[in-house]
């Protein structure tokens, strides 16, 4: 019986590890989304320390997969193009 509830303990704490690693992935996220919106270049705010200390490389080059990010970027290219198409330069 001792084995069982070992098994039982060790899927409960992998259930809790993988839910903290989605909270984590969802506040870089946030975070990244946040500051495409004040303007900053996606490789800038990838290379923030909030960013770098809380994801591997493995992790940051996934980012580029997540709808919110690439909306963002996109909104940031959009501005860009509206601003140079008017006249003011960046």
């Not at 989605?22 to 996220?29: A, F, L, S």
């Not at 997540?66 to 193009?81: D, F, K, N, V, W």
Request: contains cysteine.
């Amino acid at each position: 019986m001792g084995q069982r509830i070992d098994r039982v303990i060790a899927g409960i704490r992998h259930v809790f590890e993988e839910q903290s690693v989605h909270v984590t992935d969802e506040r870089v996220i946030r975070y990244i989304v946040e500051e495409l919106r004040r303007g900053r270049d996606f490789d800038d705010v990838v290379a923030d320390p909030y960013v770098v200390n809380r994801t591997d490389a493995e992790s940051r080059a996934r980012l580029l997969e997540t709808p919110r990010i690439l909306e963002g970027i996109e909104a940031q290219i959009c501005a860009e193009y509206t601003d140079f198409k008017h006249g003011s330069q960046i």
